[in-house]
């Protein structure tokens, strides 16, 4: 573990400024971590565990934004979007992603229906900054349970990521046991065409995270339980994909794991959550960890070395 640690808080400001080994925040339990680099800053999204203990079960209200120009000393900009801020929604803050579109940013996020629709469900929030102000851009919820009926379980609609082609064409990607996609209009917030099943990605959990490199497309996403990442490739967003291994183990004594991949000033990062690192950490209280990423020549991935072991 990393014992040094050199933490700044700049009070008055309304942020806070931390510079960090892994886990990067220690202040708050944060998970479900999401990245978008915009302008040479890196934003990171993430749910906050506000759970008392590790013994009961998730509390989740909020998503926290942060930014940093060196993936070291990161800004805290505090509460970005509320579970409550979906009128629709009854809580439980699950995982999300943020993507820039034409000026505007968009912010996929995972909530609990309230109780007019059964399960968990998909809505998105638009603003006009990476850091917000976000706003609700549908009042009502994007995907909901009863568009995928084809899994018995009220979960199966959770963990959103969002890719938008060279073509210019969005997808949104989610699922829990079943991997799913579908195209998004140029509006970002409503769907254009079928939501279709994912094959070729074994043992699949949840947590997909897609993106592209050099030629390849990517999806990794959380296999099994205790979960591991594992990762596959294709020649495009829409598949075949290709599963080519793990990309880390069960990360800490918690057995969710949660990655966002990342370039950045020519580096790769993975970032992910563990329940390692803070005494009072476990499956309920996460926290966000960062370590480097790196591609072997034929495209596929290194297995991470993960700091926080
Ligand atoms: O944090 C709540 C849920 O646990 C997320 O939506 C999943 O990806 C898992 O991390």
Redesign the pocket.
Known sequence: LWLHRLCALLLGTGSALVQAENPIFTDVFT??PAALVHKGRVYLYA?R?EAPDNTTF?V?NEWLVYSSDDMANWEAHGPGLRAKDFTWAKG?A??SQVIERNGKFYWYV?VRHDDTKPGFAIGVAVGDSPIGPFKDALGKALITNDMTTDTPIDWDD??PSVFIDDDGQAYLFWG?TRPRYAKLKKNMVELDGPIRAIEGLPEFT??IWVHKYQDNYYLSY?MGFPEKIGYAMGKSIKGPWVYKGILNEVAGNTP???QAIIEFNNKHYFIY?TGAGRPDGGQYR?SVSIDELFYNPDGTIKRIVMTTE
Do not use: L
């Open positions: 998970a479900d749910g565990d998730f989740m439980d699950w995982a995972t959770i963990d829990n949840e947590a959380a969710t794991n949660h959550h996460r």
